[in-house]
């Protein structure tokens, strides 16, 4: 039995003939191939079942995330390298057995609001309200702010519906700023942040590809005079709170490849913004950590790989509308695979790791840096 009606459910059933299943993800409004899915299964009895999607592209490097307790957690369901990209196996040892797998670990509103109850008494604290999306739900902005701090950053994550794993690293970082230690009281001292972690509000929530919508997804809407209301409401708060660092969190392919197993930054090809990503890179690699380990050479500058001016046709980024503005010292984006970093296979507390060494590089790029 298998169901897409849960939080961010998305899948189409094939067939299923005894425990083999075939599958296909719902592209829904995206103009071409994508790999989210999102479902629920239950085990009427015992046994090995297969599920075999119809295309390759699906399965990412350690195989589904799945959970056990209704998306509350999740764990991959390989430790080690799943060989292919179309298929996974698995046992079920107790008829009647629920899970849900996915092919990343899930990031709703629900998770948010778990880590927003945990800091709900802090002062620095001021969860807010960027806009409403089109479909009327409450886009999340959070600001910290501690005093009257003169410089701020800007956050922001899921851009893309499907990628995930940005948000956990955006809750790490911030978690990093609200901490009680002398990182987080000396980071709120010097910066207020502004944070928002579902930017395609409606696609997180239903479970959308995101990617490429037509005719252009929430990544290529920052030209006048913009289609979301998430991403004009972005513009205007950029030309309200002049923020020194933008910083933008994606996640790349699904796996394979380059650069798709591996965190990196991506140049804009404009020279002043390329010599802060270098200046800034320099501080990433210094504070990596070894869950989630970031290597500069893993960068890709502008004109190589993927990332030409063929790439963004459709529109303008947040990254490149951001590093117009005169008042913005550095606005970057990085990319955060999905399940590995190299050899290094990521979770959940991995990507508050890596949020937080993030945090720590910004700090000191800003501080160390004034002025230069």
């Known amino acids: 039995m298998i169901s897409s009606n849960i939080p961010a459910g998305n899948i189409q059933v094939i067939s299923i003939n005894g425990h083999d299943v075939e599958l296909d993800v719902e592209l829904r409004d995206t103009s071409t ?9 239950k085990f ?41 990209d ?44 960027l806009c409403r999306s089109r479909k009327g739900r409450d886009v999340e902005l959070l600001t910290i702010r501690e005093g009257n701090p003169k410089t701020s950053i800007l956050l922001t994550s899921r851009h893309h519906a499907g990628e995930t794993m940005a948000t956990y690293t955006l809750e ?19 910066f207020a942040v502004f944070a928002v972690p579902f930017t395609d509000k409606d696609g997180v929530e239903d479970g959308d590809q995101g990617k490429n919508r037509i005719p252009h997804d929430h990544a290529r809407d920052y030209q006048e005079p913009g289609i979301y209301p998430e991403t004009i409401a972005l513009r205007k708060l950029l030309d309200r709170e002049k923020p020194a660092f933008v910083l933008d969190l ?27 990503m270098e200046r800034f890179a320099d501080f990433l690699e210094a504070e990596r950590t070894p869950q989630a380990p970031f290597f500069k050479k893993n960068d890709i500058p502008f004109g190589t790989s993927w990332n030409t001016a063929q790439n963004y046709t459709q529109g303008k980024t947040i990254k490149h509308y951001a590093a117009e503005l005169p008042f913005v010292r550095n606005a970057q984006t990085i990319e955060i695979p999905f399940a590995n970093f190299g050899e290094v296979t990521v979770d959940r507390n991995a990507m508050l790791a890596y949020g937080a060494s993030i945090a720590r590089a910004v700090y000191r790029y800003l501080t160390e840096n004034d002025g230069k």
């Open 86 to 129: 179309r298929e996974f196996e698995y046992t079920c040892n107790e008829a009647g057995e629920e899970l849900i797998f996915c092919q990343t670990m899930q990031y709703l509103q629900s998770n948010w609001e778990t880590f927003l109850a945990e800091f709900s008494d802090h002062s620095a604290m001021h969860p807010g309200t």
């Open 33 to 41: 191939d994508w790999f989210y899915w999102c479902f629920k299964a």
């Open 250 to 276: 994606h996640c790349p392919w699904i796996r394979g490849g380059e650069s798709n197993e591996v965190t990196y930054m991506v140049g804009t090809g404009i020279e002043r913004m390329d010599r802060e």
């Open 44 to 84: 009427p009895e015992k046994g090995l079942y297969r599920f075999r999607f119809t295309r390759g592209g699906k399965v990412g490097t350690r195989g589904p995330a799945v959970s056990r307790d209704g998306g509350k957690s999740w764990k991959w369901l390989d430790a080690a390298t799943h060989e292919s």
């Open 172 to 190: 790490g970082f911030l978690r990093a700023v609200l901490a009680d230690d002398a990182f987080g009281r000396s980071f709120r001292q010097h």
